[in-house]
């Protein structure tokens, strides 16, 4: 048994309802995400990725913790929070969104879930969006209500998700759409089921809405998936870098707009309802921005996934940061993102990297998703 007084004194950080089920399943590491325990790796990450490809896998990511936004106005509330148009987000349906400060700043990029006409979750990352919320209402005017519910989801990704979601949930879950989501209990537990994930595989999102259950929803997901060889692993790093998939506090942090990131199909541009930043983005997108986030191929033998931000050199001169990079076996490169100048984000720059301990790699700026660029895989 791993102990936790490695990294952990006193009760400040919080565990999951599946805590207890991820230590009897082998967990080998842990970080902290959203002031919670969060399970990284089960085997060597490799290994995970492989897995994911070829089966299925069960991830605790309750560190996704939600903000949920009830009362009569909370539609208006929630449309003041972000760029999108949530009303074109019907009940029922998900989006994914970012939260945007006065100045366009990157605050969150959750998943958002309409479960009614007033009624959301925010899915989150890492970053206190509660307070951020509770802030933006005290002088609003608007009526709502702003808690932290009992919901806490696991993640089910892997080329055999739908067979195993088919064993738990029956055909209608199934039939689920892309970002969209079931309302449903298995064997009286109750639980939402979104067809979501951070993979670009296909996959689905089990919520569960009571947290004394974490146990019996863990060991019914595993025993259903037996069959399909399931196996808890952590979030595969190597996956979503291949899929395009950014990490917040990593890829994106406060200090950048959705401009930078690439993310700027999460800006409606049309929409009528005011929102927290409206001004800043357009005066942004008017004026351009200085710097962009650009995939990145690094020559020379496989790296290990980054945990700082690497030195990014062009002409011999610093230009800015790789922000994430690692090996992708499927495609025997090393790939990542980096945050340049404009200038050295156009596919084709040459770039140097500088590894810890001082190497240098010659890199290239490519295009990225660096795999199935359309989305096909996870639509499935």
């Not at 969209?180 to 109750?190: A, E, H, R, V």
């Not at 986030?293 to 990014?312: C, D, Q, S, Y």
């Not at 100048?341 to 660096?370: C, H, N, S």
Request: hydrophobic residues 40%; charged residues 25%.
């Amino acid at each position: 048994m791993f102990d936790m007084n490695l990294i952990q004194r006193g009760a400040r950080l919080r565990r999951s309802p599946f805590f207890e089920a991820t230590q009897r399943h082998g967990a080998k590491a842990y970080t902290v995400y959203n002031h919670m325990l969060f399970p990284i790796c089960f085997d060597d990450l490799e290994a995970e990725y492989h897995h994911l490809l070829e089966h299925v896998t069960l991830w605790d990511v309750s560190v996704e913790r939600q903000v949920e936004i009830t009362g009569p106005d909370a539609f208006a509330f929630i449309n003041m929070l972000t760029p999108r148009d949530l009303s074109k987000c019907a009940v029922g349906q998900g989006k994914y969104v970012v939260i945007t400060a006065d100045d366009g700043g990157i605050i969150n990029d959750p998943v958002l879930l309409r479960l009614g006409a007033n009624h959301f979750w925010l899915a989150l990352a890492d970053s206190d969006v509660l307070l951020w919320a509770r802030g933006v209402a005290l002088n609003s005017g608007l009526r709502v209500n702003i808690t932290e519910p009992d919901v806490s989801p696991v993640q089910i990704q892997g080329p055999k998700a739908k067979e195993v979601v088919l064993a738990l949930f029956g055909e209608p879950v199934t039939k689920l759409r892309y970002y969209w989501f079931l309302d449903t209990k298995l064997d009286g537990i109750p639980v939402v089921v979104t067809r979501t994930g951070w993979t670009g595989e296909v996959g689905y999102e089990v919520y569960l809405r009571d947290g004394s259950r974490g146990n019996d929803l863990w060991e019914r997901i595993m025993d259903a998936g037996a069959p399909y060889h399931i196996r808890p692993t952590g979030p595969s790093d190597i996956r979503r870098i291949e899929a395009g998939i950014l990490n917040w506090g990593a890829d994106m942090t406060l200090e950048n707009n959705v401009y930078e990131v690439g993310l700027e199909r999460l800006v409606d541009e049309k929409k009528d309802a005011s929102y927290i930043g409206r001004d800043a983005l357009a005066r942004i997108r008017k004026e351009g921005v200085r710097r962009k986030l650009a995939g990145i191929e690094i020559e020379g033998e496989r790296i290990e996934f980054n945990t700082t931000k690497w030195p990014v050199a062009a002409g011999g001169k610093p230009v800015g940061r790789v922000t994430s990079a690692a090996w992708s076996p499927r495609l025997k490169k090393n790939i990542g993102y980096a945050m340049v100048p404009v200038a050295q984000a156009k596919p084709g720059t040459a770039l140097q990297i500088t590894l810890p301990g001082g190497a240098e790699r010659k890199a290239t700026v490519v295009d990225m998703p660096f795999v199935d660029p359309k989305k096909a895989i996870p639509k499935t």
